[in-house]
T-cell receptor, first 113, second 113 residues
Framework: GQQLNQSPQSMFIQEGEDVSMNCTSS?????WLWYKQDPGEGPVLLIALYKAGELTSNGRLTAQFGITRKDSFLNISASIPSDVGIYFCAGRTDTSGTYKYIFGTGTRLKVLA | KAGVTQTPRYLIKTRGQQVTLSCSPISGHRSVSWYQQTPGQGLQFLFEYFSETQRNKGNFPGRFSGRQFSNSRSEMNVSTLELGDSALYLC????????????FGPGTRLLVL
């Protein structure tokens, strides 16, 4: 199945550090979404981006919709232990009201206290 | 407001059997989508239902089917189970009728022996 390229695949960081991850695609998307998934749970929406170049924040999280519409990045500032989990990007296309989501391969984040 | 609920949360079946999974969307949400999540393939879109009609379908064999009821609740059925069907099956709902994004349930973990 199709997946978006997401990097890094995993990372260990110290508590308090900033984290960056990105997602790239060969296709253009109308919307970029970032989700976090904890073990045994479904993904939870963190940030949604609807316009190329858009920069949106949600607390310590900041995400940007790339101007080419083929990429997006997510930054987490001052990481804390509860940031541990898997982060997924998703690109969405909209064709005549039919939405199609393609998900990234995921970034597994581990925070060392 | 209650989130998306899925039942059962865990299920063990043997090859050749069939299984039915259930999803209750967030109140007021009329669109329900189903995804399969595996370590190898990541999150893959199965199908989307809106107003009891399948609107969108991913690249899965006909053994995977679904339906939606008038109260927007949805079921997914997999017939003639194969070992490779072992996965976390996620349901997501959205209000529909606009660009609103989707919210995931906790998933049903299916193990096929």
């Amino acid at each position: 199945g199709q997946q978006l390229n997401q990097s890094p695949q995993s990372m260990f960081i110290q508590e308090g550090e900033d984290v960056s991850m990105n997602c790239t695609s060969s296709s253009i998307f109308n919307t970029w979404l970032w989700y976090k998934q904890d073990p045994g749970e479904g993904p939870v929406l963190l940030i949604a981006l609807y316009k190329a170049g858009e920069l949106t924040s949600n607390g310590r999280l900041t995400a940007q919709f790339g101007i080419t519409r083929k990429d997006s990045f997510l930054n987490i500032s001052a990481s804390i232990p509860s940031d541990v989990g898997i982060y997924f990007c998703a690109g969405r296309t909209d064709t005549s009201g039919t939405y199609k989501y393609i998900f990234g391969t995921g970034t597994r984040l581990k925070v060392l206290a | 407001k209650a989130g998306v609920t899925q039942t059962p949360r865990y299920l063990i079946k043997t090859r050749g059997q069939q299984v039915t999974l259930s999803c209750s969307p967030i109140s007021g949400h009329r669109s329900v989508s189903w995804y399969q999540q595996t370590p190898g393939q990541g999150l893959q879109f199965l199908f989307e239902y809106f107003s009891e009609t399948q609107r969108n379908k991913g690249n899965f064999p006909g053994r995977f089917s679904g339906r939606q009821f008038s109260n927007s609740r949805s079921e997914m059925n997999v017939s003639t189970l194969e070992l490779g069907d072992s996965a976390l099956y996620l349901c997501a709902s959205r209000r529909a009728g606009g660009p609103e994004t989707q919210y995931f349930g906790p998933g049903t973990r299916l193990l096929v022996l």
